[in-house]
T-cell receptor
Framework: AQSVTQPDIHITVSEGASLELRCNYS??????LFWYVQSPGQGLQLLLK??????LVQGIKGFEAEFKRSQSSFNLRKPSVHWSDAAEYFC???????????FGTGTRLTVIP | GAGVSQSPSNKVTEKGKDVELRCDPI?????LYWYRQSLGQGLEFLIY????????KSGLPSDRFSAERTGGSVSTLTIQRTQQEDSAVYLC?????????????FGPGTRLTVT
């Protein structure tokens, strides 16, 4: 069955500190992996995506993610967090023949001064 | 250009009433998706439209839910005889094509509250 697990419901980091958000997936075919960010009252914005090739992908706003097939993981990282990064982050998996994405339950990021 | 728009942004309705939620996708996008986001939950897929093909309704939770897409553009999600458990944010997304390799662009959502 297809599923995405984001084990951290809420993470608090200090501004300027590094960040890693965890994502594990289960998918029966070659996965396409996505990270979306949702600010309060806003829709979801795509941060980055992985389809194939280099397993380290760069996204917008200084985010990157690494695909590890052996661990079924696609963790999101940022070396230095800004206060404006406070939001909800969703990991999602899909595939070439899939009609929809499967989303995790999200990780809420709080940034403290 | 304009993104995905949804209306209304908020809707409060009484239990048992019917509601209609509207989605205007990005012009030229052939694929349209509806998702539901309940408190503390991820996004739950509801229905998918691709061009003139029959929609994928596999995510609709009950026969009280239906959706249509007119002229390959605007879509309306209808919930009949609303229940309190229908309270959620309903998100619409569109993509250039229906393949999983195309980015889905999301609207701001409609927050539905059933009292």
């Amino acid at each position: 069955a297809q599923s995405v697990t984001q084990p951290d419901i809420h993470i608090t980091v200090s501004e300027g500190a590094s960040l890693e958000l965890r994502c594990n997936y289960s998918y029966g075919a070659t996965p396409y992996l996505f990270w979306y960010v949702q600010s309060p009252g806003q829709g979801l914005q795509l941060l980055l995506k992985y389809f194939s090739g280099d397993t380290l992908v760069q996204g917008i706003k200084g985010f990157e993610a690494e695909f590890k097939r052996s661990q079924s993981s696609f963790n999101l990282r940022k070396p230095s967090v800004h206060w404006s990064d406070a939001a909800e982050y969703f990991c999602a998996v899909g595939g070439a023949g899939a009609n929809n994405l499967f989303f995790g339950t999200g990780t809420r990021l709080t940034v403290i001064p | 250009g304009a993104g995905v728009s949804q209306s209304p942004s908020n809707k409060v309705t009484e239990k048992g009433k019917d509601v209609e939620l509207r989605c205007d996708p990005i012009s030229g996008h052939t694929a349209l998706y509806w998702y539901r986001q309940s408190l503390g939950q991820g996004l739950e897929f509801l229905i998918y439209f691709q061009g003139n093909s029959a929609p994928d309704k596999s995510g609709l939770p009950s026969d009280r839910f239906s959706a249509e897409r007119t002229g390959g553009s605007v879509s309306t999600l209808t919930i009949q005889r609303t229940q309190q458990e229908d309270s959620a944010v309903y998100l619409c997304a569109s993509s250039l094509k229906g393949s999983g390799s195309y980015e889905q662009y999301f609207g701001p959502g409609t927050r539905l509250t059933v009292t």
